[in-house]
Structure formats: structure tokens, C-alpha cells
């Protein structure tokens, strides 16, 4: 479990260039307080010199000087907010942006391994409690615990014998606080856990709507966000019952103390040991004392808060990446696109069975290569290993006779131009999607991206043409014509290496040959390999590879082998 401490570590470097900032902030609240503190005793001066004495003279000098203060007071206010704002945002938008640069590094299996919404929580949610405390959280400290010192110091300066009597009761403060900050740590991470799983059934839900709707679940999936809502409820309930609980005491600790002074100072009053004036700054001197005080006892509560959360950021940031750039990498690449496997396994982690074992094939510039073979033979598999979003456990990846561990993720990637099996595509127009991939691509560039992928016709049919928005994912198209669209944009990027995964499987028979006739035509001099059950595309392939789930598997050339023996 993470201490505060260690909490706060991490996280304070993020404010690095922030700090002086910081201090400025700090100051001009330190001001305002220090400000107040002369304000009070100018209270004081009047009562005693002007209402007391009933000398109207002397009002107008403190009045003058009052006035002044109340000014300054203001600006110190307004800057110290200003600047503690600026420092938490900033900070915020900082430790944000790392965080979510780190996630994008992360295999898409690690987030396939988790929950959406979750994440989405932990990116938001998490991180603004970080901010409370680390940035904000410093300057509350700072400002609340010198203005502690300010105001007590001028309480013993008025009267040491009254301050002492009062200061007896503080530790209660730190008594009561201990007390609290364990029990309301226990709360928090239950509720920032809640608020995670709450975001995750709303997000299931939603992006599975017509699932949920044909298959008549909506009542389950209400009582699934009622179940986590409940115990988020539970979770804000133990947090609010400690915070609620601890100011009411803290003003009673607070009234006990007035009064002991108060009947004190009643006492010296009658005594004439203590002038009106004296006692009543006195008693607003110990008035101002407490909120500081309050503010540190918050601040504790905050931080419990932010800790929970910082627990949930480190986990996520000190995950690694599947793979990773070697120290040297290299940058460059030949780009003519020569792909081999030789002798390849890999087990997915945490798996027993090889997703490939032992598989072996090239494929080269203008060649056309098949892989087929049953579901789950591990064709998918392929395309994850030359992308490298997981390193093979024996055999390698070569691309140009160099083994793809020694290029750069960013070189390799751009070497090679995937087409995924699920079609995947960003809300935005079509367009945005076509051009993704290259965004500086013109109007005519993507024109003939969407013509080679048969795709021309049924966009400019559609009511905004180019500009006409897909919806999220896509779904306000049919799956052939998201399909088609994803082909586009694979044709769009200018790599040497297309692999393609099942780009056929939502398209009519003549349509997926019209795909396939251009497609060979734009990769002139470059190296296809194209995944597809569908073997009437064998006799275009200059050879043809079938895999078997686990162990055996067989390389064969469409040449040798007559395609009919082979099917089922
Ligand atoms: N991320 C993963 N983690 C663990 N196992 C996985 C993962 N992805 C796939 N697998 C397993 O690896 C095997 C090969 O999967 P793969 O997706 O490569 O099959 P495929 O040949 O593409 O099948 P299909 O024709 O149905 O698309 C399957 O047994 C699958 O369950
Ligand atoms: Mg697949």
C-alpha cells in the first residue's frame, strides 16, 4: 500500500517549473493573512481609542489605514487564488497528458485485459484528486500552517497567559484528525473503485446497446449499475460521515476554547488587566486561528483521498509495454519489403498453447500471399507479431533480412500497413477516416484511395458525400461499407507492406473481387499478404499458406498443390 508520503513523492515532480509559482501563490495568501492580522489589532485600537474614549479624532488614521489593507487584502486574495488555480491546472494537464502518453504505449492488450471505463476513471477522476493535493494541496499546507503561526503569534504577542490557556486544547485537533484519516483512506479507495466500475457498466452498456436491446437485458444491466451504485453510495456515505463528523467537533473544540477565554477574560476585564479593545481582538485573533487549523485537518482528508487514487495512476504507469524499443534501434529501414518468418512461436502471456508454433514463410515485393487456415489457427496472431505489439518467444520476424526487435517501433510501423479483422473507425466524418492515417493527404489522393477500394460510388450517394459523419464506430454505415472505407485508408498510406486481415468477409462476392483487382494493382512493388478464408482468392496468390491451431502447420505453394484438394 502506498504511504502519503510516497504519494506525494512520486507525483511532486510533475510540478517541476510550476514551483516558483507555487511559492508566489503562497506568499500573497500568507499576505492577505498577515493583512488581516492588522486589521484585527486596528479593530481593537478603535474600540479602545475611539468608541471607548468617544474621540472621534482619532477614527480617521486606522480608518484610512483599514481601508488600505482591505485593498491589499483583496489583491493578495485574488492573486493567491489566481496562481493556485493556474499551478493545479497546469499541473493537472501535465501529469494528464504523461499518464496518458504511457497508456498509449502499452500493448492494445493490456487494455484489452481491462476495463474502459476504469481507465477513463482513473485518467479523470484520479488525476484531479492527485492535483488537490499535490499542487493545491501544497499551498493550502503552506498557507494554513503559516497563517496558524501569523495569528497565533499575535494572540501571545496580546496577551501570552490567554494564548497558552487556548493552545492547551489544539492537540484534541491532531487527536481527533488521526483518528479520521485512516478510516476515511478506507473509504476513498472503496469509492474511487466504485466510481470506476459505475463508469464501466455505463460504457458496456451503451457501446453494446443493441445487444442489450435484442436480447432484452436492459433490466440486468440497470441492476448491474444499481449494484455498483449502491456501493459507491456506501463508500461516499463512510467518507461523508467522517468529514461531517469531524467539523461539528472541531467547532465544539473550537467553542469550549472561546468561552474558557472569554470567561478569562471577563475576569481581567473586571480586574482591569485587559481593556475591552485587547479582549475582543484577542478573541478574533483565536477566531482566525481556527480555520487555518481546520484547513490542515482538511487537507489530511484530502490527501487520504489522493493517495487511494495515486495507487490507481503508479499501477497504471508502472506498467510496461509488451515490447520496447532496444537502445539502439534503428531508425532506418530499406522499405522494400521483404517479410520472413522463420520458425516462429508465441504463446499469448499467460497461456498455456502457442497461438503459432514453429511457422516459417516469406513473402516479397509484388507477391500476393494467402494465409488461410480454421479460426483460431492463429492468422490474427500473424499480424500482432509483425506489428510487433509482442515479441515471438522462438523464431524471429524479419523485414529486408533485419530482425524487426532492431528497428524502431515508429520505422517498423511505418513499413508496414495493417487492416485489422474488426474494422475500426474513429467518429468523424468519412473523410477523417479515409485520411486518418495521413492527415496532409488531398481531396483526389483520397478520391483514389476510395475508388481502388470500390468505396467512391456508395460515399458520394451518401447525403454529405465526403463529409458525411460515420457515428461512433462507424455504425451509421453498413459493415461492407466500413469495410470499404478501412481499405481506403489502408491504400492511402504509402508502406511497403499491406497485411490484410479477412478484408473480405463483409463484402458480396463481386465486390470483394473489385477490391481485390485494385488492391493488387496498388501494391505494385509491394508485398501483400492478405489473411481470408475465402479460397476463391487462391488462384490469384502466389502461394498460399495454411495454418493449423497449434503444432502443424504446412507451407504450400498454390503452384504444386491444386487449390481443390485442399478445400474441405
Ligand atoms: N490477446 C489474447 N490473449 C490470449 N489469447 C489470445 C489472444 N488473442 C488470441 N488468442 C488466442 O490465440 C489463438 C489464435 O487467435 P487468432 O486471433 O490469431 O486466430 P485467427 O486465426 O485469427 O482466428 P479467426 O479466423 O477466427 O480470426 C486463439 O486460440 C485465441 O483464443
Ligand atoms: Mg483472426
Known amino acids: 500500500m502506498l504511504s502519503t508520503r510516497d504519494a ?22 500568507i499576505l492577505s493573512a498577515a493583512c488581516e492580522v492588522v486589521a484585527i489589532w486596528l479593530f481593537g485600537d478603535i474600540t479602545d481609542h475611539v468608541l471607548a474614549a468617544k474621540n472621534l ?22 492573486g493567491g487564488s489566481y496562481l493556485t488555480t493556474l499551478v493545479g491546472e497546469r499541473f493537472l494537464l501535465r501529469l494528464r497528458d504523461s499518464v496518458f502518453a504511457h497508456v498509449q504505449g502499452l500493448s492494445p492488450d ?7 471505463g476504469d481507465l477513463m476513471v482513473r485518467l479523470t477522476g484520479d488525476i484531479e484528486a492527485i492535483e488537490q493535493f ?9 498557507t494554513a500552517a503559516v497563517s496558524a503561526v501569523i495569528f497565533a503569534a499575535a494572540a501571545l504577542y496580546v496577551r501570552w497567559d490567554l494564548a497558552l490557556v487556548s493552545f492547551a486544547v489544539a492537540p484534541l485537533f491532531w487527536v481527533a484528525m488521526r483518528n479520521f484519516t485512516s478510516r476515511f483512506r478506507d473509504a476513498a479507495v472503496r469509492e474511487r473503485e466504485s466510481s470506476g466500475a459505475i463508469t464501466s457498466v455505463v460504457e458496456e452498456t451503451l457501446s453494446n446497446q443493441a445487444l442489450v436491446q435484442a436480447y432484452n437485458r436492459q433490466r440486468a444491466e440497470q441492476r448491474r449499475l444499481h449494484r455498483e451504485g449502491l456501493s459507491w453510495l456506501e463508500a461516499k456515505m463512510a467518507e461523508t460521515r467522517l ?31 485587559v481593556t ?8 478574533a485573533y483565536l477566531g482566525y486561528l481556527y ?45 522494400r519489403g521483404r517479410v520472413a518468418f522463420d520458425d516462429v512461436t508465441f504463446s499469448y502471456p499467460g497461456s498455456e498453447r502457442p497461438a503459432v508454433e514453429g511457422l516459417s514463410f516469406r513473402a516479397g515485393p509484388e507477391e500476393l500471399v494467402l494465409l488461410t487456415g480454421p479460426s483460431g489457427s492463429g492468422k490474427s496472431t500473424i499480424t500482432k507479431l509483425l506489428l510487433r505489439f509482442y515479441d515471438p518467444q522462438a523464431g524471429r520476424v524479419r523485414l529486408d533480412g533485419v530482425d524487426i526487435r532492431e528497428l524502431s517501433l515508429a520505422t517498423l510501423r511505418d513499413t508496414v500497413t495493417l487492416l485489422q479483422q474488426e474494422t475500426m473507425l474513429f467518429p468523424g466524418t468519412v473523410r477523417d477516416n479515409i485520411a486518418y492515417a495521413r492527415p496532409d493527404a488531398t481531396d483526389e489522393q483520397i478520391g483514389t484511395a476510395a475508388r481502388a477500394a470500390d468505396a467512391h460510388d456508395f460515399i458520394i450517394a451518401l447525403p454529405e458525400g465526403y463529409d458525411t459523419p460515420v457515428g461512433q464506430r462507424g455504425r451509421l454505415l453498413s459493415g461492407g461499407q466500413r469495410q470499404r472505407i478501412a481499405i481506403a485508408r489502408a491504400m492511402l498510406r504509402d508502406a511497403p507492406v499491406l497485411i490484410l486481415d479477412e478484408p473480405t468477409t463483409g463484402l458480396d462476392a463481386p465486390t470483394a473481387r473489385r477490391v481485390l483487382e485494385p488492391l493488387r494493382r496498388l501494391m505494385a512493388g509491394r508485398t501483400t499478404i492478405l489473411i481470408t478464408h475465402d479460397l476463391h482468392l487462391a488462384p490469384e496468390a502466389d502461394r498460399v499458406i495454411t495454418l493449423q491451431p497449434a503444432a502443424d502447420v504446412r507451407t504450400v505453394s498454390s503452384d504444386d498443390d491444386p487449390l481443390l484438394a485442399r478445400l474441405p
Open 243 to 273: 468529514a461531517a463528523l469531524y467539523e461539528p467537533l472541531v467547532q465544539v473544540i473550537e467553542t469550549v476554547c472561546v468561552l474558557v477565554v472569554l470567561g478569562f477574560g471577563a475576569w481581567e476585564l473586571t480586574n482591569d488587566r
Open 276 to 283: 475591552l479593545g485587547g479582549l475582543l481582538s484577542f478573541a
Open 291 to 335: 480555520p487555518p487549523i481546520q484547513s490542515l485537518g482538511q487537507v489530511n482528508l484530502i490527501a487520504s483521498e489522493a493517495t487511494a487514487s495515486a495507487e490507481r495512476i503508479v499501477e497504471l504507469v508502472e506498467a510496461r509495454p509488451a515490447v520496447v524499443n532496444r537502445p539502439a534501434a534503428r531508425t532506418r529501414a530499406a522499405r
Open 134 to 142: 499535490v499542487a493545491s494541496g501544497v499551498i493550502q499546507t503552506v
Open 57 to 78: 479624532h482619532a477614527f480617521w488614521t486606522p480608518a484610512a489605514i483599514w481601508l488600505e489593507l482591505a485593498v491589499l487584502t483583496g489583491v493578495a486574495t485574488f
Open 8 to 29: 506525494f513523492r512520486r507525483f511532486w515532480p510533475y510540478t517541476r517549473g510550476l514551483r516558483r509559482w507555487l511559492v508566489v501563490g503562497a506568499l500573497l495568501l
Open 110 to 116: 493490456f487494455l484489452d485485459n481491462r476495463r474502459l
